[in-house]
């Protein structure tokens, strides 16, 4: 391929990327900085009626324990979730990734609540967990029943627990498609060297599935700080705001109080916060591979 040649399919494969940039620009870098410029005015989310306030959303909100214990549930549950998704997904990929029928059958089984709507999932669960419901019937064959809605703690394993439930088969789809991928002959390499199952899975499966699984953490953990439907459904943030997340906090400002300014200054914490981990995180995980 000649200079001008070579020239023209560049230009022509960078023009491809133009609609794309165009939608990205307006819809993500635009709102972005929209938010911003909301998050430093009174706006009460109708009419023109604005005026410029600078920082002082920034400091309502770091000054209220309203938000601080919103963002350390949040913190609380996506640790939570991100560590049980992970390594539940990470034990029942390994377990199911040969091709058997059996194996097909229970992907699937697993896969299935990832396409259901989360509020749906809310709901669904919420009448497993309420007072007369499966759960509490079966912890009531060992004991008292225990009322679920009724206690801070118990109220966010719930939110925990139907979180993990709903994306695991997600997280075990991922990993197994690089699982399948990994060369037979590693393994059968290993086994010839006298390594067992156990041994096989340490040393060959696990290094060759970092990447995987830091994207994996990597889109958990985005999906834990910005969890909304699920606890909505489920909770609706009680029992005394002990399962309302930051993002509920963010609704609740705006649409049940009118304060747009301030709820957008909290969505803005909340994308800088997400922004930063998910880079930790992708950072972390390219350093772990070339350290492998």
Do not use: K
């Amino acid at each position: 391929m000649t200079g001008p040649e070579r020239r023209r399919h560049d230009f022509g494969s960078s023009a491809l990327l133009v609609p794309a940039l165009a939608i990205f620009a307006v819809f993500v870098v635009g709102a972005g900085c929209l938010l911003v410029a909301y998050s430093l005015t009174n706006w009460r989310g109708y009419g023109a009626d604005m005026s410029y306030v600078g920082l002082d959303n920034y400091r309502r909100l770091f000054s209220t324990d309203a938000f601080s214990r919103s963002l350390g549930i949040t913190l609380v549950f996506t640790v939570a979730f991100v560590v049980l998704v992970n390594c539940l997904g990470l034990v029942i990929a390994i377990l199911i990734a040969q091709p058997t029928g059996q194996n097909r059958f229970l992907r699937a089984l697993f896969f299935l609540p990832s396409v259901l709507p989360a509020v749906a999932v809310g709901f669904i669960w919420r009448r497993l967990f309420e007072p007369g419901g499966i759960v509490p019937a079966i912890f009531g064959l060992f004991g008292e029943e225990p009322r679920i809605f009724s206690d801070n703690s118990l109220a966010l394993s719930a939110v925990i627990w139907t979180a993990v439930w709903q994306t695991l088969g997600l997280v075990v789809v991922l990993l197994i498609a690089r699982i399948v991928t990994i060369p037979r002959d590693l393994y059968e390499a290993a086994s010839l060297d006298g390594a067992g199952a156990w041994a096989r899975a340490r040393f060959v499966t696990l290094p060759l599935l970092v990447p995987t699984i830091f994207v994996a953490i990597v889109f958990t953990t985005v999906t834990g700080l910005r969890e909304f439907d699920r606890p909505v459904a489920l909770t609706d943030g009680g029992p005394a705001r002990a399962t309302e997340m930051i993002a509920m906090r963010i609704m609740d400002e705006a649409f049940q109080r009118g304060n747009f300014g301030l709820a957008a200054a909290q969505a803005v914490v909340l994308m800088l916060i997400t922004a930063v981990v998910a880079f930790a995180l992708h950072r972390a995980g390219r350093a772990l591979e070339h350290r492998g």
